[in-house]
Nanobody
């Protein structure tokens, strides 16, 4: 069974930085398209970023472009999300997801999900 475990969440001051990591086990990590999503209380789960395989194409939600960077380390079976210039509205539970599809269109296209990690940005 494929398992995804997020880490790196916590509380950070507005304008600060935080890096989330996702460790993948039980599958062929190098073949997965990886994504990050977030969900704030009372809101729907929102796409944040995606890194496709093959091709290693990176995509970002408009609100995080220029601030967040997704990357992967195939040797360590991990995907990371570097978050800079954090804002209060970035506060949410962040989820790592994996898809067997090369170009997933949304959360329903992802096959595996982590438990999530809380990111809180304070003013």
């Amino acid at each position: 069974q494929v398992q995804l475990v997020e880490s790196g969440g916590g509380t950070v001051q507005a304008g600060g930085s935080l890096t989330l990591s996702c460790a993948v086990s039980g599958g062929t990590f190098s073949s997965f398209t990886m994504g990050w999503f977030r969900q704030a209380p009372g809101k729907e789960r929102q796409f944040v970023s995606q890194l496709t395989r093959p091709g290693d194409y990176k995509a970002y939600e408009d609100d995080v472009k220029g601030r967040f960077t997704i990357s992967r380390d195939n040797a360590k079976n991990t995907v990371s999300l570097q978050m800079n210039s954090l804002k209060a509205e970035d506060t949410a539970v962040y989820y790592c997801a994996a898809a067997r599809s090369a170009w997933p269109y949304g959360p329903n296209e992802y096959d595996y999900w982590g438990q999530g990690t809380q990111v809180t940005v304070s003013s």
